[in-house]
């Protein structure tokens, strides 16, 4: 399940309001899982310093799950990582791309 776009405040873990609804479709599917384990992969575009990347992509993913657990999952359910900018899926070089780039994958392992 790959969620594109969630859009957070710029080079922050702050969601923004707009995608409330979102987040709430997301946590309704992730409960058709009975016990599901759930992996939270965060992502960014490659136009900073990799370690400031990480550090983001690893908070967002931990936003996402919290905003989860907000919504009625456990917190036993989740993993969370951040790869940065380091698995891009598009061009860095353009903002379609940069913008494809910044996504949270979420896996379903179990």
């Known amino acids: 399940l790959s969620v594109r776009d969630i859009r957070f405040a710029p080079d922050s873990d702050s969601i923004l309001e707009a995608e409330t609804w979102r987040l709430d479709a997301i946590a309704e599917a992730l409960k058709l899982v009975p016990g599901g384990k759930f992996l939270v992969e965060g992502h960014t575009a490659a136009v900073g310093k990799p370690a400031g990347e990480k550090e983001l992509s690893v908070a ?46 979420i896996t379903i392992l179990e």
């Open 60 to 105: 967002r993913a931990k936003k996402i799950v919290d905003e989860l657990v907000r919504r009625g999952l456990l917190a036993e359910q989740f993993m969370y990582s951040g790869s940065g900018g380091t698995k891009p899926v598009a061009d860095n070089a353009t903002p379609a791309g940069r913008a494809q780039n910044r996504r949270v994958e």
